[in-house]
């Protein structure tokens, strides 16, 4: 069984709901891989992506209907075995003399990433993708040397 699981939570948006939301995983002593909070699209609410290491179906569900019982939850999904699409976005900073950079470019073309800031000695590389490709692009830059990886954790949303 996988034991990754993607919520997606729809939360009122005021102060505290986060705090009440990853209080009630923690004290459960399940393990947060990633959380990502914003803005939804409706009013005054606030939509939290979070990633949960879960090891069996009963501590899934014990999650799921506590999540769901928390006063400020709108709605809840768990969208891991569900048809949808998931995220992450990542900005790396590389190593970069001149003599490097040709390699570079094409590595960032071959995954559809980006340059968005070029040093002396430096670049920063803009990267969207699902986790695996952007472990992958991460791979191949470690040759050139990777200063600096800063990653947004999942973002997913339903298909249907």
């Known amino acids: 069984m996988e034991r990754k699981h993607t919520f997606a939570v729809t939360v009122e948006d005021r102060p505290g709901v986060l705090t009440h939301v990853v209080?009630?995983?923690?004290?459960?002593?399940?393990?947060?891989?990633?959380?990502?909070?914003?803005?939804?699209?409706?009013?005054?609410?606030?939509?939290?992506?979070?990633?949960?290491?879960?090891?069996?179906?009963?501590?899934?569900?014990?999650?799921?209907?506590?999540?769901?019982?928390?006063?400020?939850?709108?709605k809840v999904e768990d969208l891991t075995s569900t048809p949808s699409i998931n995220r992450e976005m990542a900005l790396i900073k590389v190593s970069a003399p001149q003599e490097q950079r040709s390699d570079i470019i094409d590595i960032v073309n071959i995954f559809r990433a980006k340059i968005v800031d070029v040093h002396p000695e430096t670049m920063v590389i803009e990267m969207t993708g699902d986790e695996d490709k952007i472990d992958a692009i991460c791979l191949l830059l470690a040759e050139t040397g990777i200063i600096e990886v800063v990653r947004s954790g999942k973002i997913a949303i339903n298909r249907n």
């Open 23 to 74: 209080g009630l995983i923690a004290r459960r002593g399940f393990n947060i891989d990633t959380i990502n909070a914003g803005n939804c699209g409706e009013e005054d609410k606030t939509r939290i992506c979070v990633v949960v290491d879960v090891a069996d179906d009963d501590e899934l569900k014990q999650i799921y209907h506590q999540i769901a019982k928390l006063v400020e939850v709108v």
